[in-house]
């Protein structure tokens, strides 16, 4: 039960963030989502309902980050942080939806239902850490959900500008007593760039050439954090910093989306001949990598696929070398290019798996082995290790009778595993781990990208008047629902070579996704415009028909 106070304090406090009537909004893919005019209400209820995820846990720390990601500047949105680190468990998301659409006086019948369900108990201390974007909406909306901690007696600690991932890594340090690291921006810093540094010395002849990247940091979050990441690194990386927020607007033209979505370069960015470029997104949880050809200045994408294969095949390497006999994984989801899945299982004989999108399920399927590396193909992706894992390391690390190619690749694992952040896709780290894996490996951009030949692929978006009559199974690479939709991708996927194509509606945006692949970009495109239309025909299209790519 809410004690009097409490209910007292919630009940006046959430007058002055009140809800629209009849506005209902769904805990999606990655939280609520959507125009930052609406979303008030919604930030102060998370606070609260974060202090009651707070008491359930024990008292353990819950974080709140407030941000859209890389959706447009006048987007804001929100997204809760369990106890080690990782997205909110499922049952909450749908508390969530309730308590952020509950009418106003409906409000604390909707708490009461999450404190009963739950037996909450309320004489509990609770704590709640909270992060924000760039965006100028954040200030406000951040100050909403510590209006809501406050309402239910709980800590709050507001850390006010951080990339998401750093906001995870804090509420994981913090429960976990520091064993993780310390939990402030400078803790972060320090035990990410000691393990670069550490990995980085292992590969001495490293020119000034290899040491430059230059960054897009999509005028968001991640362009201030990356440079204070660059002072801890002693010029193990030069950074070039592009699209940092001092002209630009937030993800406009640039950003890990737009690079993925557009298979283009992003603007205010200079992409010389053969040098590696990454681009973050708006809240520094994805990367990818980009270069222009020498021979025909072509553009090449280093998406998420190309990640978890450098990253999976560097693991792989070193556990041969240190002799331990671990299981490693990479999980993906259907937007995985074709080649890197065929490259990963028939080369590298590393294990596969394929989840639904969004990251919570990549992550819960990467925690079933001993080192599960995953991976969206848009770059959202971290590594997970085993407790076992990270166990068998350190052992290893202290055995003397270990030989010199042993003891090498066990430190080199230790500082890896180190530089890694396990509780969600971390552009800033993901970075780091790729510069010191080309490092170590004496590889090119241009020769890590050879690894596989990306099939051609597009990306198109339908609006339909509602986009939940689609339903998938098969880890949303066949459409169950509306009848007749799969057999028509199956008739158009028929008439092209290498050809794959997929359906689902997003869960941030009010579209029906479409996704294919071909042995030409041509056919990828004329495909890609074939579906959608079979979209627009049978699920319902709204606006004007789908129009070919080119
Ligand atoms: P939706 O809108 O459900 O496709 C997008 C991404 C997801 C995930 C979420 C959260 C694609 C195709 N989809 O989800 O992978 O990153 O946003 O940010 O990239
Ligand atoms: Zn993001």
Known sequence: MLKM?????????????PKPAGLAL???????????????????????LAALRSRKTRGATIGVMVTASHNPEEDNGVKLIDPMGEMVTPAWEGYATQVA???QDGLLGALGHVVDAEDIDMSLDASVFVGRDTRSSSV???????????????????YGLVTTPQLHYMVRCHNTQGDYGEATVEGYYSKLSQAFIQLTRNAPNRTDDQKRLSVDGANGVGAPKVREMEAHLHGELQISLFNDGAAGRLNHQCGADHV?????PPTGIQV??????????????????????????RFHLLDGDKIATLISTFLKELLTQAGLDLDIAVV????????????????????VRCTKTGVKHLHHEAQHFDIGVYFEANGHGTVLFSKEAEQKIRQLALDPNSNDERKRATVL????????????????????LIEAILALKGMTVQQWDAMYTDLPNRQLKVKVSDRRLIDTADAERRAVSPPGLQDAIDGLVRSYTQARSFVRPSGTEDVVRVYAEAETQESADDLAHEVSLAVYRLAGGVGDQPKPVH
């Open 5 to 17: 106070a409490q209910f007292e304090a919630v009940s006046q406090q959430s007058l002055l963030h």
């Open 26 to 48: 769904q805990y999606g893919t990655a939280g609520f989502r959507t125009h930052a005019g609406h979303l008030d209400h919604v930030m102060f209820r998370m606070g609260l």
């Open 101 to 103: 659409n509950a009418e």
């Open 140 to 158: 406000i909306l951040s100050q909403a959900v510590l209006d809501g901690v406050s309402a239910l007696g709980a800590q709050s600690k507001d």
């Open 260 to 264: 993925k979505v557009q298979q283009r």
């Open 272 to 297: 010389r001949v053969g040098e590696r470029c990454c681009s973050f997104d708006g809240d520094a949880d994805r990367i990818v990598y980009y270069y222009s050809g020498a021979e025909e200045g």
């Open 332 to 351: 993906q989801t259907a937007y995985a290019n074709g080649s890197s899945t065929r490259y990963l299982e028939d080369t590298m004989k590393v294990t």
């Open 413 to 432: 694992l230790q500082n890896t595993v180190h530089l890694i952040n396990q509780t969600v896709g971390d552009a800033i780290s993901d970075m780091l």
